[in-house]
Every structure is written in structure tokens, then in C-alpha cells.
Nanobody
Framework: QVQLVESGGGLVQAGGSLRLSCAASGRTFTGYAMGWFRQAPGKEREFVAAISWSSDSTAATRSIQGRFTISRDNAKNTVNLQMNSLKPEDTAVYYC????????????????WGQGTQVTVSS
């Protein structure tokens, strides 16, 4: 059974940083792209960033470019999201997701999801 577990969320002031991690288990993830999505209260879940198995391809939504960095460690089956210069509008539950194949910004293309971790940015 595939399991994705996020960690690293919390409360931070605007301008601060957080590092989210997602630990994957339950199967071999060779060839799997990993993505981060977020969902703010009253809003739909939206794409944040994604990375290919080999880390040779990444994608990110425009609003986080230059501030967030996605990376992965295949030996440890983890994917990370380094978030710098956080803004109040980054407040959301952040979800890790996995899919076989190339990175995608469409949440419907990810069959595996974690439970999420809350990120709150105060102004």
C-alpha cells in the first residue's frame, strides 16, 4: 500500500522559511514524478511544484517561482519543498502526490496523495 507522509509544516511570520518533506513508502517509486499541491480554506487544491524521477525536469506555478524549490532524494524516497520569503497568501494545507511518468500540474493525474501538512504564514 502506497503511503505518503508530509512533515515540516507550521506557523511562520511573513518573510520566513519552512522546509516541507514527504516520505514515500509501500512500493518502488522508480519512474514516479512527485508533486506538491496546496489548498487554502474555501479554495480548490492547486498545483505548486513537481519534479521528475531523475530530477531533470521540474515545474512550478508562477506565484512561487524564485521563492520555493522542489528537490528529491531517491535513496531515501523523499521529496522536499524549500519555501523561502513566505507570504500570508501561501497559507494552506500542503499535499504531496505521486504519479508514474512525467511531472504534471493536474491534480487528477496523481493517484497517490498524502494527508497534508498545514502551513500558516502570519503578516
Amino acid at each position: 500500500q502506497v503511503q505518503l507522509v508530509e512533515s515540516g509544516g507550521g506557523l511562520v511570520q511573513a518573510g520566513g522559511s519552512l522546509r516541507l518533506s514527504c516520505a514515500a513508502s509501500g512500493r518502488t517509486f522508480t519512474g514516479y514524478a512527485m508533486g506538491w499541491f496546496r489548498q487554502a480554506p474555501g479554495k480548490e487544491r492547486e498545483f505548486v511544484a513537481a519534479i521528475s524521477w531523475s530530477s531533470d525536469s521540474t515545474a512550478a506555478t508562477r506565484s512561487i517561482q524564485g521563492r520555493f524549490t522542489i528537490s528529491r532524494d531517491n535513496a531515501k524516497n523523499t521529496v522536499n519543498l524549500q519555501m523561502n520569503s513566505l507570504k500570508p497568501e501561501d497559507t494552506a494545507v500542503y499535499y504531496c502526490a505521486a504519479r508514474l511518468g512525467r511531472p504534471s500540474s493536474y491534480k487528477g493525474e496523481y493517484p497517490y496523495w498524502g494527508q497534508g501538512t498545514q502551513v500558516t504564514v502570519s503578516s
